[in-house]
């Protein structure tokens, strides 16, 4: 609730409702109910004041509780009678100290009570009232619940945009059906949208071009290397060279990649991850449509990644394969240092490195794991990474059935 606009309106709209009848309640039972019983208390006092001195008989009394509601009963030495069955006896209303009854004396001898009996329906006439009232609220509740609904269902359109804007889905539109500022911020939303995408795909287009004019020079670099006399110079600048190369294959395989232009075929994928690493928890047959080559390519970047930032004391790195009913899980567990957190969101992106030192013991361009990615998408599934409780991070790979 504390996050949620929407509940916070309906919320104040509820408090405000119920303190609303709350006050009406009140009025009514406070100004309304107590002058209305001082009133009646008179009227009963005045009209016994008015028919005992008359000495009504029975027949008299039910005329007058028929015409003007007021039961009456008499005790005296003509007997005793009740126009109600429900009034109690004259002591016993005395000994009780009963409010809104009159006791008046009878010139023939006796006594007369007199109650009131016309509240009763106007006491269930004030309950059908607050009935009514209390419908009408949570109609207007139901009401206002769904205007609200609707009124801020672009903001929860907007919402599910960003988030899968920010899980890396740029071909996000968000709804433009209001012509309000709801609308206008949506319409912003899909033109910010739409520049991003733009950019990024100015950039990588840029890379692309790059990756493909410099692959001419460095093919003529390498031949002219080749003719320079076997020194340590020449070693140094044939692994420069090398690295350069290794950055273009990986730019353009990026590429390529992104297209989806993978050749899966149906395989037992468990020789295909064993062919990296022999520590492979599974001895059964499981069956996918893979391009072996490109899942090899995959677990390789993982196992050399967490080899290459293993600590002195680390235990080697675990491969298992969880076969399940309708998905294949490959996990790469390391007993490394772990992955900052403020880097778990970043590190499948292009040219992200954890390291910012690029040094020559980690290398590399911060291209594996977004490769990794781009080839476990091509198949249909997800990568995720997330630290250990202990120490070391873990990469899970989901590869569907279908």
């Known amino acids: 609730m504390r996050s949620s606009v929407f509940a916070k309106l309906v919320t104040i709209m509820l408090v405000m409702a119920m303190s609303l009848l709350s006050l009406v309640g009140v009025f009514f039972l406070v100004y309304v109910g107590g002058s209305l019983n001082r009133s009646v208390r008179d009227m009963v006092h005045v009209f016994a004041r008015g028919v005992a001195p008359t000495a009504p008989d029975y027949a008299t009394a039910r005329q007058l509780s028929r015409d003007f509601g007021m039961e009456i009963r008499y005790e005296g030495p003509s007997g005793t009678?009740?126009?109600?069955?429900?009034?109690?006896?004259?002591?016993?209303?005395?000994?009780?100290?009963?409010r809104g009854v009159a006791i008046e004396p009878s010139p023939k001898g006796g006594e007369y009570l007199f109650a009131e009996s016309f509240m009763q329906p106007l006491h269930a006439a004030h309950r059908y009232v607050l009935y009514l009232l209390l419908f009408l609220m949570?109609?207007?509740?139901?009401?206002?619940?769904?205007?609200l609904r609707r009124l801020l269902q672009p903001l929860r359109d907007l919402g599910d945009g960003v988030a899968q804007l920010s899980n890396g889905q740029l071909d996000v539109v968000v709804p433009q059906k209001r012509r309000d500022e709801f609308g206008a911020l949506a319409r912003a939303f899909n033109q910010m949208v739409a520049r991003v995408r733009?950019?990024?795909?100015?950039?990588?287009?840029?890379?692309?071009?790059?990756?493909?004019?410099?692959?001419s020079p460095v093919t003529r670099m390498k031949v002219a290397l080749e003719l320079l006399p076997d020194d340590e110079q020449k070693r140094r600048m044939a692994a420069d060279l090398h690295e350069m190369e290794q950055m273009i294959s990986e730019l353009l395989e990026l590429e390529r990649l992104r297209e989806g232009r993978i050749r899966k075929s149906r395989q037992n994928i468990v020789p295909v991850v064993e062919a990296i690493t022999p520590a492979i928890a599974s001895s059964r047959e499981i069956v996918l449509d893979v391009d072996a080559d490109k899942l090899q390519m995959v677990i390789r970047n993982l196992v050399e990644n967490a080899n290459k930032y293993s600590?002195?004391?680390?235990?080697?790195?675990?491969?298992?394969?969880?076969?399940?009913?309708?998905?294949?899980?490959?996990?790469?567990?390391?007993?490394?240092?772990?992955?900052?957190?403020?880097?778990?969101?970043?590190?499948?992106?292009?040219?992200?490195?954890?390291?910012?030192?690029?040094s020559r013991k980690t290398g590399g361009y911060g291209l594996g794991l977004s490769i990794s990615k781009r080839i476990v998408e091509a198949h249909g599934g997800t990568i995720a990474a997330a630290n250990n409780p202990t120490r070391g991070a873990t990469f899970v790979i989901m590869l569907p059935k279908t």
Do not use: C
């Open 81 to 98: 009678w009740s126009t109600a069955d429900y009034l109690p006896s004259i002591e016993t209303v005395r000994r009780n100290h009963w």
């Open 138 to 147: 949570a109609s207007v509740v139901i009401v206002t619940h769904a205007v």
């Open 198 to 215: 733009d950019m990024i795909r100015a950039r990588d287009q840029l890379l692309l071009d790059v990756s493909h004019e410099l692959r």
């Open 311 to 358: 600590l002195p004391d680390s235990r080697p790195v675990e491969v298992s394969i969880i076969d399940k009913s309708d998905e294949v899980i490959i996990r790469v567990v390391d007993d490394g240092p772990g992955i900052p957190e403020e880097d778990l969101a970043n590190i499948f992106e292009p040219f992200y490195r954890v390291d910012r030192s690029r």
